[in-house]
């Protein structure tokens, strides 16, 4: 079974433009989860989309967004980029069955804001 | 507010012996507890993980001690090795609820 894949793997950006992240999961997972990773504050939960709709939010703010396929591939846009933007943003993704399930990482985007 | 802490922050560990990383959690509603190993460059990889249900779980040299009235689990290794070295993190969720709340991770270092 093919592994959760994110792509770009590297973006680099400057202040103020925009960017969008693609994540594929796992073949049957149709929970997607996003993660902000920095050295200051850690893994940070985004939001989470299952079946096509957002079921769960961070506290980030509304630049941050997201949205879910009918194949469950989901996308996270980040609207006028600040440099403390620069992060890796990982995907995960699970069954989404009650709650219940494992999760699994994908390698993720690292994001730099110049 | 962290609502999962992870101590310590780094660890050094002669290879072949044992490595023990702890968390506390404050929500009492979580009942999943993973542990991930992330290396450089890649993202976390599930290793092992317990619910409230049972006190201690074992997957090869990994152990997970979970004491639910201290609401404390902890990460045993067992003849750490130098492909241990890694940063790991324990994680909290709830029933019906995706959302991973972190602990702030610990950098192992297995030394020869």
């Known amino acids: 079974k093919a592994g959760v894949t994110q792509t770009p793997r590297y973006l680099i950006k400057t202040r103020g433009q925009q960017v969008t992240l693609s994540c594929s999961p796992i073949?049957?997972?149709?929970?997607v989860s996003w993660y902000q990773q920095t050295p200051g504050q850690g893994l940070q939960f985004l939001f989470e989309?299952?079946?096509?709709?957002?079921?769960n939010k961070g506290n980030f703010p509304g630049r941050f967004s997201g949205r879910q396929f009918s194949n469950s591939r989901s996308e996270m846009n980040v609207s006028t980029l600040e440099l403390g933007d620069s992060a890796l943003y990982l995907c995960?993704?699970?069954?989404?069955?009650?709650?219940?399930?494992?999760?699994?990482f994908g390698p993720g985007t690292r994001l730099t804001v110049l | 507010q962290q609502q999962v802490k992870q101590s310590p922050q780094s660890l050094i560990v002669q290879k072949g012996g044992i490595s023990i990383i702890n968390c506390a959690y404050e929500?009492?509603?979580?009942?999943?507890f993973p542990w991930y190993q992330q290396f450089p460059g890649k993202g976390p990889a599930l290793l092992i993980a317990?619910?409230?249900?049972?006190s201690e779980k074992k997957e090869g040299r990994f152990t997970i001690s979970f004491n639910k009235s201290a609401k404390q689990f902890s990460l045993h290794i067992m003849d750490s090795q130098p492909g241990d070295s890694a940063t790991y993190f324990c994680?909290?969720?709830?029933?019906?609820?995706?959302?991973?709340?972190f602990g702030t991770g610990t950098r192992l270092t297995i030394i020869p």
């Open positions: 317990i619910r409230p249900d049972v």
């Open positions: 989309y299952f079946s096509e709709t957002q079921r």
């Open positions: 073949s049957g997972h149709r929970s």
């Open positions: 995960a993704t699970c069954a989404g069955l009650a709650g219940g399930g494992e999760q699994f």
């Open positions: 994680a909290a969720k709830y029933v019906g609820n995706e959302k991973l709340t």
């Open positions: 929500n009492t509603a979580f009942d999943y």
